[in-house]
């Protein structure tokens, strides 16, 4: 066992999570550019690539253990609530699913949507404990990021036909398909997924690497890159302001976090 674990922090091993992240944004920038049947199998990729990114990553610093936990409460309380949500409306309102364009399907739910669940949330997660060292702290960022990040997800996918709401003419300003109940129902579910990544970290509580570089990086391209592919490339001018302003409020603390290192590592006095 000591002998697997020594092999899986190796750094030969660990370059992978830097590597399916670098795929994982070669493809994004592919989606704009696509339409039709390439550009659904366009969306799966990136579902596929975010998640192996994550999890190579949680395993290769945290350990196989705290990988698999964050995969099980994530995409198992994403899957939950997408089928009570699709079949009830409950909690982020009526909705469903395009039928045959994201793959193979539990009770009308794409089992890729519980993969993007982790993909998505797993950057997210990483940069709330960068900005904080407490455990509230860090879940109340953990639904704030999740919510932000929807933001940018949910115009995009009802642009392209993904899912269809019921209600289309009472959401945000300039993005009125997309219903106030899902992003209610954003936070509920992220708060519950916080509560159990809370108590994950307790239970296991692993000696954990604090290499960031990557999944921070992709926090960075998920709100930038999403700002100004929904600005320029997709005609979603809206979801590109709503998107910046709310993953932006974890992601202008964590530029001015780095903008703070940057100083002190460049003043001789903290260097004596």
Request: aromatic share 10%.
């Amino acid at each position: 066992m000591e002998r697997i674990r020594a092999w899986s922090r190796s750094e030969p091993w660990r370059v992978v999570p830097a590597g399916t992240a670098i795929l994982l944004v070669l493809v994004q920038i592919a989606y704009p550019l696509s339409e039709g049947v390439t550009r659904d199998r366009i969306t799966v990729t990136v579902v596929v690539l975010s998640t192996a990114t994550a999890l190579l990553h949680a395993w290769t610093t945290r350990g196989w253990g705290w990988a698999v936990g964050f995969f099980a409460v994530v995409s198992g309380v994403g899957l939950g609530a997408e089928m009570v949500g699709t079949a009830t409306g409950f909690p982020f309102g009526a909705y469903t699913y395009a039928v045959d364009r994201l793959g193979p399907a539990v009770a009308e739910v794409p089992l890729v949507i519980p993969l993007a669940w982790t993909g998505g949330l797993y950057p997210i997660w990483v940069v709330a404990g960068l900005l904080t060292g407490s455990a509230v702290g860090r879940a109340g960022l953990l639904v704030v990021g999740a919510v932000g990040w929807d933001l940018f997800l949910d115009p995009q996918m009802v642009t392209d036909g993904q899912w269809t709401w019921a209600v289309t003419d009472a959401g945000l300003p300039g993005l009125p398909q997309i219903p106030y109940t899902n992003y209610l129902g954003w936070a509920l579910v992220a708060a519950v997924m916080a509560l159990l990544l809370t108590v994950l970290d307790r239970v296991l509580a692993p000696a954990h690497d604090r290499t960031v570089a990557v999944p921070v990086a992709v926090f960075g391209w998920t709100w930038l890159g999403s700002t100004l592919a929904h600005a320029v490339f997709l005609g979603l001018p809206a979801s590109a302001a709503w998107g910046f302003a709310g993953l932006g409020l974890l992601g202008i603390p964590l530029l001015l976090r780095a903008r703070r290192r940057a100083t002190r590592a460049d003043d001789p006095r903290s260097r004596g």
